[in-house]
């Protein structure tokens, strides 16, 4: 009697990898393919689907490759338990970059078989993703906040100035919303420029951009910092000056190549779920004067030791700055209301072999762990589910 073998994914932008992962998925035995919800993708991932539910059904349960399929009944990264539990696979098998801990451990658990297959095509075609797709419809980059983050609200410089460290990346992977990585600001790009940054001065783009996203009209009150919009739009590393100000003082920009290439094999960043709506990040917040002072100096360390590509000192700095802005905004990493136990990730993370340092980008309570790691090769090698960082070049 063949094995029961299952897969689970949402299959919105279904396509040729998609097809060929099942061919190969099936080789184990009887394909089961469980698929996400439109609830479940709008929760985890805050988009609707191109296609709704049982019109992705349909198209899955109409390739060759598929015994049956189903639509999970359950929530998050995670919601294909329900169908696992009815259905009692022997066989779990995962794509390289959809391998977790958490879902390996899952089947440990209940015995059932994990295999992890490296995304490879069919025999003469191009390797095709979701990610891939997404990221060739739009070129425009995003950014990583790497050190002195908040200090761009005059809320927080007010009580001591000092600079917040930003690296604008390339789109090479599919950019979440609500995960730390300025997606609300690139959304106000693309409603200007839908596809690529318009060649001009980036800096005086950076400026019409964060002029554009905080219109004075706006009703919530909330003004975004500027370090996404220069984070985004300044290309290499930058570092801008606040004090008591919307906008930076200053702007200095490191593009040399060694210095860019270094830090691109010593970062990584590891996905988790997305901040929950409506939770608080603020609530509880604890800004004095020392603190903020330790912010700016971590941020500063940090700098200099990106400047002299010293492993070992960038990691100390990057993990001062992170645990400086926790020590202001306990939300981070306790969010309210959160599902997500941040404090456990960042636990299991820590003590993984070849990881210095780590911190969440943006504001917190979910998205992403950037970490800081001795290789980032062999790191994302030994941990499929890591994603390698691509910093934009002019």
């Not at 393919?33 to 349909?58: C, M």
């Not at 539990?85 to 390996?104: C, T, W």
């Not at 950076?206 to 009703?219: G, V, W």
């Not at 330790?294 to 700095?317: E, G, H, Q, S, Y």
């Amino acid at each position: 009697m063949p094995k029961k073998v299952f897969v689970s994914g949402c299959y919105d932008l279904l396509h040729s990898g998609h097809v060929e992962f099942f061919r190969q998925a099936s080789a184990y035995g009887d394909l089961y393919v469980g698929i996400g919800s439109d609830a479940t993708v709008l929760h985890y991932k805050n988009h609707k689907t191109l296609y709704p539910e049982q019109e992705r059904l349909f198209m899955v349960k109409a390739i060759r490759y598929v015994k049956d399929a189903f639509i999970n009944a359950g929530d998050g990264v995670m919601d294909f338990i329900p169908t696992v539990e009815a259905l009692k696979p022997d066989i779990f098998v995962v794509n390289a970059d959809g391998s977790s801990e958490q879902k390996r451990k899952f089947c440990e658990e209940r015995g059932i078989e994990y295999v992890v297959l490296q995304r490879t095509p069919a025999e003469g075609l191009k390797a095709r993703s979701s990610t891939d797709l997404k990221a060739e419809s739009s070129s425009i980059p995003t950014r990583l906040d790497l050190a002195g983050t908040w200090i761009d609200q005059p809320y927080v410089s007010y009580f001591a100035p000092g600079w917040a460290l930003t690296i604008s990346l390339e789109p090479t992977f599919e950019v979440r919303d609500r995960c730390g990585l300025s997606t609300s600001t690139r959304k106000m790009i693309q409603k200007i420029w839908p596809i690529k940054l318009p060649d001009m001065e980036p800096e005086m783009l950076a400026k019409l951009i964060f002029c554009f996203e905080n219109d004075p009209e706006r009703s919530d009150g909330i003004i975004s910092g500027a370090q996404d919009a220069i984070g985004i739009c300044i290309p290499g590393l930058a570092r801008h000056y606040y004090n008591n100000r919307f906008w930076p003082e200053k702007i200095e920009t490191c593009e040399n190549p060694a210095v860019l290439d270094w830090l691109e094999n010593h970062l990584a960043m590891i996905p988790m779920e997305p901040r929950r709506p409506g939770c608080s990040v603020v609530e509880g917040k604890d800004i004095t004067e020392p603190k903020v002072k330790a912010l700016a100096a971590a941020a500063d360390r940090c700098w200099d030791a990106i400047m002299a590509m010293n492993l070992k000192a960038f990691a100390a700095a990057y993990l001062d700055s992170f645990n400086a802005q926790v020590a202001m905004f306990p939300g981070m990493v306790r969010p309210v209301p959160s599902a997500l136990d941040i404090p456990a990730t960042i636990a299991q993370w820590a003590a993984t072999p070849g990881v210095l340092a780590w911190k969440m980008p943006g504001a917190g309570g979910g998205g992403y762990l950037a970490l800081v790691v001795e290789d980032a090769a062999t790191f994302c090698q030994q941990h499929p589910e890591g994603i390698r960082l691509h910093i934009r070049r002019k």
